[in-house]
């Protein structure tokens, strides 16, 4: 459920610590919804909620003492609100917000425009990779993917979540 948020949030803050995980399994075992906590390596924290179950806001709503804003829709950002006043201290948060910004300005304008909206990018950009004969994506390397995956699997753990694929415990 949370790949796409997951990695995300690691490509802005970097490496993150799982805090706390609830999940809710459907009847067959798969996870429905997931609620958990991230404490990030460069401060932030938050708390990422998905669900097959009900319907949730497609936003991303980053929360600090100092600023609070959303980008949205989650998969592919056109739209960043601020929600808190001008004051010193939410200024002192604006470097960070326009860096944010501008990285997923730089993706948007990237990505090919379409009445599509998902998975067309990420198959563009393989595309584009293979015809150019390299065996890796600058927009997202196979470290970035590690690191994206590693969380994962700290979250799943945390979840009691296991597969029959999985490596013996």
Same mark, same amino acid.
């Given at each position: ?29 798969v996870d429905e919804e997931l609620e958990l906590s991230l404490h990030f390596a460069g ?54 917000? /326009?860096?944010?910004? /501008? ?67």
């Open positions: 459920l949370a790949v796409y948020p997951m990695s995300l949030l690691t490509g802005l803050f970097g490496p993150a610590q799982v805090r706390d995980v609830q999940v809710l399994r459907g009847p067959t075992g401060g932030p924290s938050g708390t990422v909620m998905c669900s097959f179950r009900r319907e949730l806001a497609n936003e991303l709503t980053l929360n600090d003492r100092r600023v609070a804003f959303t980008l949205a829709p989650l998969y592919m950002p056109t739209r960043l609100d601020r929600q808190t006043p001008n004051t010193p201290t939410a200024a002192a948060s604006m470097t960070t917000l /326009k860096r944010i910004w /501008k990285r997923l300005s730089q993706r948007a304008s990237a990505a090919p425009t379409s009445p599509l909206q998902g998975y067309q990018f990420e198959a563009q950009a393989v595309a584009d990779c293979l015809r150019a004969g390299m065996t890796e994506c600058p927009a997202m390397s196979h470290d970035a993917s590690l690191q994206v995956m590693r969380l994962l699997d700290a979250i799943r753990a945390q979840a009691g979540a296991y597969q029959p694929s999985d490596p013996i415990r």
